[in-house]
């Protein structure tokens, strides 16, 4: 069975680091790419970007280039997302997606809350 | 960026009803979209991937259509399970774009 299972909950201060993690099971780990998506409280699903597993090699949104990173460890299969310094604003559930170009998002994580809040 | 617009936001349907969303891009996407159901405090779910093609195990009361610019998500008999919020998603071009989404509630 396919499964991306994801790191928990985090509640942080403005101007701390955290990174989160998304753990393939079920497939090979480096057949598909991984994208993360947030969904800031109430509102809709915004592409922050993916990693090829395989290789690293990582697309970025224009609106969360430099300010997040994209990483995986395929030894582990097991992707990430990072911060250097929170903001407030990034106070939101992200999900990890498995995609096959051509096909979507064929599989979810079940979402990691962060909370950033002084 | 590839814009998306969904239309409409909100969808107050009944149990049977036939419920259309209309999806629209920006600029030309081929058949590269996809339609996802959300419910609350859960994941989204794929339900069609390149326009028209069924994701394994949707039910069949759904069904994509459209290329280009203009894509429509259908439910033919809106069952209880199906009150959700839909989002469409380009893939065709970086960055990915998902539309505002489309809220079914019970009429």
């Known amino acids: 069975e396919v499964q991306l299972v994801q790191s928990g909950a985090e509640v942080k201060k403005p101007g701390e680091s955290l990174r989160i993690s998304c753990k393939g099971s079920?497939?090979?780990?480096?057949?598909?790419?991984i994208s993360w998506v947030r969904q800031m409280p109430g509102k809709g699903l915004e592409w922050m970007g993916r990693?090829?597993?395989?290789?690293?090699?990582?697309n970025y949104s224009p609106s969360f280039q430099g300010h997040v990173t994209i990483s995986a460890d395929e030894s582990i299969s097991t992707a990430y997302l990072q911060w250097s310094s929170l903001k407030a604003s990034d106070t939101a559930m992200y999900y990890c997606?498995?995609?096959?170009?051509?096909?979507?998002?064929?599989?979810w994580g079940q979402g990691t809350l962060v909370t950033v809040s002084s | 960026d590839i814009q998306m617009t969904q239309s409409p936001s909100t969808l107050s349907a009944s149990v049977g009803d036939r419920v259309t969303i209309t999806c629209r891009a920006s600029q030309g996407i081929s058949t590269w979209l996809a339609w996802y159901q959300q419910k609350p405090g859960k994941a989204p779910k794929l339900l069609i991937y390149?326009?028209?093609s069924l994701e394994s195990g949707v039910p069949s009361r759904f069904s994509g259509s459209g290329s280009g610019t203009e894509f429509t998500l259908t439910i033919t008999s809106l069952q209880p399970d199906d009150f959700a919020t839909y989002y469409c998603q380009q893939y065709n071009s970086y960055p990915f774009t998902f539309g505002p989404g489309t809220k079914v509630d019970i009429k």
């Open positions: 990693i090829d597993p395989s290789d690293s090699y990582t």
């Open positions: 997606a498995r995609y096959e170009p051509g096909r979507g998002f064929d599989y």
């Open positions: 079920g497939y090979r780990f480096i057949s598909y790419w």
């Open positions: 390149k326009a028209s």
